[in-house]
């Protein structure tokens, strides 16, 4: 059975810090690595990472994929309250019938 | 340009009662897909489905649980006879081609069985 596994499950840091999310996967046949942010409801897209070794960023935030070692991390630096979410991680695999498994997500809290 | 949208947002339902879930996608997508979110855990997926097909329902129970995406007009997930453990949030997904491509997801609807 395909599997996501995030952690921590949860994390509390001040403005300003810097935190590493972690994502490991066991996905047959697999294909991306995406993260999204989840706040009040819907998940929003962050990253899709399809290659090992290539970062991806976006403002404060960046990805990158180990296909060897089957992980990926996100980074944010200088951290904002409006960072405070839920990340979710997924993995995608080949096939007609791709679809996404989710680990459970981790918890970001960025106190003032 | 309107993203995914599901209704109704909060859904009350007594057990024994039947619960219909809708999900229009982004203008232009064909594929959709459904996630199931229960507290303090991911999003499981339930099923995906293109046009007036369903491509896999590996995730959805076997019983009770159905979905339809018509050729025209949202797609629904019907869960007939709730029980208080289908209570969760459901999330729908759109995407152009598939989960290789970017997926955008709805606001979900909130599904509380009492």
């Known amino acids: 059975e395909d599997k996501v596994v995030q952690s921590p499950l949860s994390l509390v840091v001040h403005e300003g810090d810097t935190v590493t999310l972690n994502c490991s996967y066991e996905?047959?046949?697999?294909?991306?690595l995406l993260w999204y942010k989840q706040e009040k409801k819907a998940p929003t897209f962050l990253f899709m990472l399809?290659?090992?070794?290539i970062e991806k960023k976006s403002g404060r935030l960046s990805s990158i994929l180990d296909k060897k070692e089957l992980f990926s991390i996100l980074n944010i630096t200088a951290t904002q309250t409006g960072d405070s979410a839920i990340y979710l991680c997924?993995?995608?695999?080949?096939?007609?019938?791709?679809?996404?498994?989710f680990g459970k997500g981790i918890t970001l809290s960025v106190r003032p | 340009n309107a993203g995914v949208m599901q209704n109704p947002r909060h859904l009350v339902r007594r057990r024994g009662q039947e619960a219909r879930l809708r999900c229009s996608p982004v203008?232009?997508?064909?594929?959709v897909y459904w996630y199931r979110q229960l507290p303090e855990e991911g999003l499981k997926f339930m099923v995906y489905?293109?046009?007036?097909?369903?491509?896999?329902e590996s995730g959805m129970p076997k019983e009770r649980f159905s979905a339809e995406f018509p050729k025209e007009g949202p797609s629904i997930l019907r869960i007939q006879q709730v029980v208080r453990g289908d209570s969760a949030a459901y999330f729908c997904?759109?995407?152009?081609?598939?989960?290789?491509?970017?997926?955008?997801f709805g606001q979900g609807t909130r599904l509380t069985v009492v």
């Open positions: 997904a759109s995407s152009l081609q598939g989960m290789n491509t970017e997926a955008f």
């Open positions: 996905v047959t046949n697999f294909r991306s």
């Open positions: 399809t290659s090992s070794g």
């Open positions: 997924a993995a995608s695999n080949t096939g007609a019938n791709s679809k996404l498994t």
């Open positions: 203008k232009g997508h064909s594929h």
């Open positions: 489905l293109q046009k007036e097909n369903i491509i896999d």
